[in-house]
Structure formats: structure tokens, C-alpha cells
């Protein structure tokens, strides 16, 4: 059911994440071709990953099942150019850049339309990532099935709307950049107060999770949620630190939409 030969464009923070996700449930596919042509990064996903093959150009990924493109925005135009000469009708395209939609990529592709665009999270990296992925009309419910069962190693991938895919770019898949230079301050102050850097983390690292649930299960709304600890100690700095996560998000997601 899964694929056995796979090729990315790129081999960075993305395709690392994917690949360890895979790595993690020993469901690497038996075929893994990565260009790229920075040798700082082939190096690295090299010493991770030494079951990859790695090569410099577009064409070394033909014969791929499904290619995954992890390049920024500005490289998608020249990459989906070098795409065209070695796309097949059999293969599946997964792109995993923002601001080119499935129309975007089927205009550029020569009308290809066996098209995926998906959202990874970092914490895919670990298995639990929310990567929403939206489908081209060209795709059966068994290239669905097959995309999805292999992608759900790296957490849970609900099919949403193309014109969706920046929101949770916005929200979801920047989510951790927002908030984890906060949780390991915490861990810093932990230690900081007395505790080992073993004890910080478990302590940290396990109270986010049950914050997470918390919001997810407990059927309670945000104010009820937050109430449920008596002190707030941030409470006076609340609402310029939540203007400045809007005026920030908000810029990022006309960013990436544009």
C-alpha cells in the first residue's frame, strides 16, 4: 500500500521531519531520492539518513512514485520548470509550499493534475503532527487511501479546503515557534529554582500535554480553562502580548497568501 520509491526537491527542516517520522515507525520506503544543492544540507540529512539517495537535480528524482516539494516560494517556479520534463501520468506531486495552489501548480505543471498540497508540523518529526492536506479532483479514493495511510506516520492529516492551507500554515504549523521559546525559558527557570534539567523537562514537557488536552477535552471554554488555575500572573501583560500575536500572525498569513 505504501510507496516504495519517493523523491524530494530539497532536503531540508521539512523533509528531515518527514523522513524521521518515517524512520521512527521503520517505514522508511525502500527507495528515498533527495536533491539538493547545498552540500551543508546534504551532509546532514546524509549523517541522519544514510539509506537516502542524493543528487543535485530534478531529473535524478525521475521514476519516483511521489515527489514531495520542500523548497521555499520563490524556487517553486524554476523547480516545477525542471518538474514538467520527468513528471509521468502514473506519479503523485505533494507540494508542501504556501502561496501556489493546486490551480497554481496544475497551470504550471502543463495541466498535471495528480496533485497534493500538504501542511506539515515540526512535531510530525515525533510522530504527532496535524498536516491538513488538500486534494486535486484528478486523485481516486484509493490515491487518497494510499497517500494517507503512508502520511499518517506522521500524525494526523485531515483533508481540508486548498484555500485553507495558509490558515493552518499561519496557525498551526508556525504554532510552535510562537510558544516554545516560552516553554524553555521555563525549563531554564526550573533549573534555575532547583530542579535538574531531567526533572524540568518531565515536568514542563508533561503539563503541556495536559494543557493541550485540557483544552481539547475538558468541554470547557477558554475563560472557564484558564480559570482553572487561581493565579494569572501575566494578567496585566495579557492583552499586549495577545495584540502583538495578532498584529505578527496576521502578517505572516497576508504573507503567505499573496
Known amino acids: 500500500m505504501f510507496y516504495k520509491s519517493v523523491g524530494f526537491v530539497g532536503g531540508g527542516r521539512i523533509t528531515r521531519v518527514v523522513l524521521n517520522a518515517w524512520k521512527r515507525k521503520k517505514a522508511l520506503p525502500p527507495e528515498v531520492r533527495v536533491t539538493e544543492i547545498k552540500p551543508e544540507v546534504k551532509e546532514k540529512l546524509k549523517t541522519m539518513f ?30 516545477l520548470g525542471e518538474l514538467k520534463k520527468i513528471i509521468k501520468p502514473e506519479m503523485v506531486i505533494c507540494s508542501f509550499v504556501p502561496k501556489f495552489s493546486l490551480a497554481r501548480l496544475r497551470e504550471a505543471l502543463g495541466g498535471f493534475d495528480r496533485l497534493v498540497r500538504m501542511n506539515p508540523l515540526a512535531t510530525s518529526y515525533v510522530n504527532a503532527g496535524y498536516n491538513p492536506a488538500s486534494f486535486s479532483s484528478a486523485l481516486s479514493a484509493d490515491d487518497k487511501n494510499r497517500f494517507l495511510s503512508q502520511m499518517a506516520l506522521l500524525g494526523q492529516v485531515p483533508e481540508v479546503k486548498d484555500e485553507l492551507i495558509e490558515v493552518y500554515a499561519s496557525v498551526s504549523a508556525m504554532g510552535p515557534s510562537y510558544l516554545w521559546f516560552l516553554f524553555y525559558e521555563l525549563l531554564r527557570l526550573g533549573e534555575e529554582f532547583g530542579l535538574t534539567g531531567e526533572q524540568s523537562l518531565a515536568a514542563v514537557s508533561s503539563m503541556l500535554i495536559g494543557a493541550a488536552r485540557t483544552m481539547a477535552e475538558s ?21 499586549r502580548i495577545k495584540e502583538l500575536y495578532r498584529q505578527k500572525i496576521t502578517a505572516i498569513y497576508q504573507k503567505l497568501k499573496t
Not at 537516502?52 to 523547480?79: M, N, R, T, Y
Not at 470547557?220 to 493565579?231: F, W
Request: aromatic share 2%.
Open 50 to 79: 544514510p539509506e537516502v539517495q542524493l543528487g543535485s537535480k530534478v531529473e535524478d528524482l525521475a521514476g519516483s512514485e511521489i515527489i514531495f516539494l520542500a523548497v521555499h516560494p520563490p524556487v517553486l517556479p524554476e523547480v
Open 219 to 239: 468541554g470547557l471554554g477558554p475563560e472557564e480553562v484558564m480559570d482553572l488555575i487561581p493565579a494569572r500572573p501575566l494578567a496585566e501583560d495579557e492583552e
